[in-house]
């Protein structure tokens, strides 16, 4: 009997998006104990590279499918916003405790959804309002302005997490005319050649171990993406979406027993007041179709 034979489709789409969440917990982790020797910029470049290496395979497979592309501005614009949202949230994992940066990084679907109406001409109705109101009040939960001291990190990953949303409305629109092979394997060629030149900037020789780090870092990439796509094959997005929430969880874990972080309260219940604004979204988004005609 082959592996997973029986199981319903939708527990492994769940099982994948476990991995997925994981994958992505553990990288970060990999990116704070590489940036003990190296500058986050370069950190961050050899993920690309490492990770488009791990899928250079499968997007060879899958090769006859893909096409010139049509709209190259929108690619470059959509590499640049991905770069620079990659170089602010490792930078900030330098400075920031890990359960922190997850809780605040919920807010990207919802920056998304604010764009999308902003950029895209989408309506703003009531259920998008309200995640967005959920969210901010997370947010503020999280870094609490009027208790707590400035804190570089937070706003790093929210600007990193506005920078992300933008990339997703770039992405949304170049789905509408381009195949998801060609997106793939556009941006990530890309994103890695934009990620190449601030790195050069602080470019350091890294040592056995920087570079056993960085391979770690861009295979893990390579994987957590791929769950992520094996995730969606499987279920649908409302399905496996709930489970993100992971992150905080082994973020907070491997941020207490890896670097002796000890998340506060104000932290988890905030992320999790974020990941409920998002929640929204989802499932909110997945019903408009049936109310398309009624807006």
């Not at 764009?115 to 870094?143: C, D, K, N, P, T």
């Not at 934009?194 to 893990?220: C, D, I, K, Q, R």
Request: proline letters at 5%; aromatic letters at 14%.
């Amino acid at each position: 009997m082959k592996m997973g034979q029986g199981v319903p489709s939708v527990v492994r789409g769940m099982g994948w998006m476990v991995v997925a969440t994981l994958g992505f917990t553990v990288l970060h982790g990999g990116v704070r104990m590489a940036a003990r020797e190296l500058h986050p910029f370069e950190v961050a470049f050899f993920r690309f590279l490492f990770a488009f290496l791990c899928m250079l395979p499968i997007l060879a497979r899958a090769a006859p499918e893909m096409r010139r592309p049509r709209r190259l501005g929108l690619y470059l614009l959509a590499a640049a916003l991905n770069a620079a949202d990659t170089f602010l949230i490792f930078f900030a994992l330098t400075i920031t405790p890990l359960a922190k940066v997850h809780a605040l990084a919920f807010t990207a679907p919802i920056f998304a959804a604010v764009l999308a109406v902003a950029v895209l001409g989408e309506a703003f109705r009531l259920r998008r309002a309200a995640a967005l109101a959920v969210g901010f009040a997370g947010m503020l939960m999280v870094i609490r302005p009027q208790y707590a001291p400035f804190d570089w990190g937070a706003i790093l990953v929210l600007i990193s997490a506005a920078f992300w949303g933008a990339t997703l409305i770039v992405m949304k629109a170049l789905a509408r005319t381009e195949a998801s092979i060609t997106v793939t394997f556009y941006m990530s060629l890309l994103t890695t050649l934009f990620a190449l030149v601030p790195a050069a900037t602080v470019w350091t020789m890294p040592s056995a171990e920087g570079w056993a780090w960085l391979v770690f870092n861009g295979a893990l990439a390579g994987l957590a993406i791929f769950a992520i796509a094996q995730a969606f094959r499987h279920a649908d997005v409302t399905a496996v979406t709930p489970l993100e929430f992971l992150k905080l969880v082994w973020a907070a874990a491997i941020g207490f027993f890896v670097f002796f972080e000890v998340p506060d309260a104000w932290t988890l219940a905030g992320g999790a007041v974020i990941f409920a604004g998002a929640l929204i979204l989802v499932y909110g988004e997945r019903a408009e179709p049936a109310e398309g005609g009624a807006r």
